[in-house]
C-alpha cells in the first residue's frame, strides 16, 4: 500500500487547529445568517467536501446543501485559467442566500467566472466562505467574506485537497516533499 505520510514535507495547519478556526467561521455564520429562511451551503468540488461536511455540522443555522463541480486544473499544480462547469445545479438558487463553500482561492479565476455566474441566477444575497487563500498568487481581486487561514505560496494538499487526486483524505494541511512533484 501506497503511504501517503511518507510523501509529506510538513504539516501546515493541524487538526486541532482546524477544526478551532471552523467552529469560529460557524459562529459568524450562525450570526450573519441567523434570520434567513432560505440559506444555501454550496460547496464547490471536489477540493470543497471535507471542509463542507465540518463546516455544515458545526453551524447551528438551518441550511440546505447543493453542489457544483468545476474543473481549473486538471493534473498539474498551476492554473489554466479556463473554468469548465462539470456539475451543475438542479434547482434554482433565485432568493436564496448562497454561501459559497470552497477550498482554497488561488488565483482566484476559478471563483470570479462561478461568481459572475452565479449572480446571475439572481441569488438573494451571495457570500464566500473559503478555508485557504494564497494572497500573493491573486490575480482578480476576490471578495472573502469568510477565510479560514492565509497560507504562503507553496502547493498544498490534504483535507480535500489533492495531488493528482490524491491525498485529498489526510485530516490536514500539508506541504508535499518536493520530489513527489517530479
Ligand atoms: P484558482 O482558480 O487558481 O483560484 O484555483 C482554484 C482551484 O485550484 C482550487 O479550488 C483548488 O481545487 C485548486 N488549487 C489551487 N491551489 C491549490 C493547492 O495549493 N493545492 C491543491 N489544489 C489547489
Ligand atoms: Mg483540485
Known amino acids: ?35 434567513s429562511d432560505n440559506l444555501l451551503f454550496l460547496c464547490i468540488l471536489k477540493g470543497g467536501y ?11 443555522a438551518p441550511h440546505v446543501i447543493d453542489f457544483m463541480a468545476v474543473s481549473s486544473y486538471g493534473d498539474s499544480t498551476t492554473s489554466s485559467g479556463a473554468v469548465q462547469i462539470a456539475l451543475d445545479l438542479k434547482s434554482s438558487i433565485e432568493g436564496w442566500d448562497v454561501l459559497i463553500v470552497e477550498d482554497i482561492i488561488d488565483t482566484g479565476l476559478t471563483l470570479s467566472y462561478l461568481l459572475e455566474n452565479l449572480k446571475a441566477r439572481k441569488p438573494k444575497s451571495l457570500k ?7 494572497p500573493v498568487r491573486h490575480k482578480v481581486e476576490i471578495p472573502i467574506d469568510y477565510l479560514g487561514f492565509e497560507v504562503p505560496d507553496e502547493f498544498v494538499v490534504g483535507y480535500g485537497l489533492d495531488f493528482a487526486q490524491l491525498y485529498r483524505n489526510l485530516p490536514f494541511i500539508a506541504v508535499l516533499k518536493p520530489e513527489v512533484f517530479s
Not at 487538526?15 to 434570520?35: H, P, S, V
Not at 464566500?128 to 494564497?134: A, D, T
Open 1 to 35: 500500500m501506497k503511504d501517503l505520510y511518507a510523501d509529506i514535507d510538513y504539516v501546515l495547519i493541524d487538526e486541532e487547529k482546524m477544526q478551532a478556526r471552523i467552529n469560529e467561521l460557524a459562529q459568524m455564520i450562525d450570526t450573519d445568517y441567523g434570520d
Open 50 to 60: 471535507m471542509f463542507m461536511s465540518d463546516l455544515s455540522r458545526a453551524c447551528k
Open 128 to 134: 464566500i466562505c473559503s478555508l485557504l487563500s494564497k
